[in-house]
């Protein structure tokens, strides 16, 4: 090979090498894939990342609320009610009623040991007798010296018997009239001391007051019964009884609040241990003293009609309201807060994700709204509802 060939052979650095650029081509492959991925893993992460919520639980509401002036907690209390005693001490030996028995005026519904008082009327009753029968002799003898003073009286003016026989026949009839006074006195006194066994004796009974329910038992046969319950061992009162037609529910009002009540006014009850019951009442009295020590005055609320589930002690709310209610205001409804509802529907809280339902808007109650398609007792979001869709990944803080 000549020297000018070997000159011509020689490497151009300045073409770039076949590998070369496809490390180059790779490397760009590489950063794309990455930012691909960043921008995907933060999509993800921006609709799947849990959003915290605040939540509201759908419940029940009545259209009282709307025109409730006021609202007060109390309980139902019977305004007639007693501790039936004995008037006299004794062993209690029979009682013929329990807890929860209904009793009438008069009805005899305990017993104490009573024969001795027994003794005494039939000794009563036996005195009468006699008595009435010294009554009845007396006036027959009195009957006799009338009739023959009577004809002593006219045989004097004829002469025909002497002046001693005719004072003689006066005197046995003033007799006669003052044995029959005497006699009835007698048995005016008999009929007193009958009447003193029968008191006696009807101590030994113990009867209903009134008609009432029995609340308590307080003591059982054997038991020594006292009016004033001071000796060891014994009991005074025999039953707690109260009249159920009486009861009414006592409620503390505020005195600031006091200008906003008066008597006539119509309320609705309601009872811790009747939820989902409403009872039409009227303001009946306002108790003209207040409480110093809580700052409030008492009122008393009657209700319209009695039910037999309601019972003396019952914890009970009254609401105040500005017109009386319709049997329609106390129909519950379903209700949420308006601002639950967007765009028709509400986002469901379901183990830590909402599903959107739709829910059909009803009459308005105020700040709430009556709705259709979810159940009391439920939990739907209330707020930042722009942020939520359907299925996302939501926590509710702990309260």
């Known amino acids: 090979m000549s020297l000018e060939n070997i000159s011509r052979l020689k490497i151009d650095r300045s073409a770039p090498l076949p590998n070369v650029k496809r490390r180059k081509r790779f ?9 691909l991925l960043i921008a995907v893993s933060a999509g993800w ?13 759908v419940s029940r509401s009545y259209p009282t609320q709307t025109f409730t002036l006021l609202s007060a907690s109390g309980y139902v209390v019977a305004q007639r009610k007693a501790a039936v005693a004995s008037k006299t001490t004794g062993r209690l030996e029979w009682i013929g009623v329990r807890e929860g028995s209904r009793v009438k005026m008069g009805e005899v519904i305990a017993r104490l040991e009573n024969r001795d008082s027994e003794s005494l009327v039939n000794q009563g009753v036996a005195g009468v007798q006699y008595a009435r029968a010294n009554l009845e002799q007396a006036r027959a003898e009195r009957e006799d010296a009338r009739l023959s003073f009577e004809r002593y009286k006219i045989l004097i003016k004829q002469g025909i018997v002497a002046q001693a026989d005719f004072d003689s026949a006066e005197t046995r009839f003033k007799l006669a009239v003052a044995r029959v006074a005497a006699a009835e006195a ?43 319950g001071a000796a060891a061992n014994a009991k005074a009162a025999v039953v707690s009884i109260a009249d159920l037609a009486s009861l009414q529910v006592e409620a503390d009002v505020s005195e600031s609040n006091l200008a906003l009540v008066k008597a006539g006014q119509p309320c609705e009850i ?7 019951s409403r009872f039409k009442g009227i303001l009946q009295t306002i108790v003209p003293t207040a409480d110093r020590t809580k700052a409030s005055v008492m009122i008393k609320v009657k209700f319209n009609n009695i039910d037999p589930r309601i019972l003396p002690e019952m914890s009970a709310r009254v609401a105040i309201l500005s017109r009386e209610a319709t049997t329609q205001d106390q129909q519950s409804k379903i209700t949420l807060p308006k601002s639950a509802i967007i765009n028709g529907s509400v986002f469901l809280v379901e183990k830590g994700h909402v599903r959107m339902v739709a829910v059909k808007a009803g009459v308005a ?9 979810v159940n009391p007792g439920d939990k739907v979001a209330l707020s930042p509802l722009d942020k939520l869709a359907d299925g996302r990944a939501v926590s509710v803080p702990e309260k």
């Open 27 to 35: 490397k760009w492959i590489i950063i794309a894939v990455v930012l």
């Open 270 to 276: 309601t009872l811790d241990a009747l939820p989902d």
């Open 45 to 57: 992460f921006s609709t799947h990342r849990p959003v915290t919520i605040e939540t509201v639980t």
């Open 186 to 228: 007698s048995l005016h006194n008999a009929e007193s001391v009958l009447n003193g066994a029968r008191i006696a004796f009807d101590y030994s009974l113990i009867r209903a007051p009134f008609d009432a329910v029995v609340l308590t038992k307080n003591a059982d046969e054997g038991d020594i019964i006292t009016p004033l």
């Open 365 to 373: 109650l105020g700040d709430l709204v009556e709705v259709s398609g």
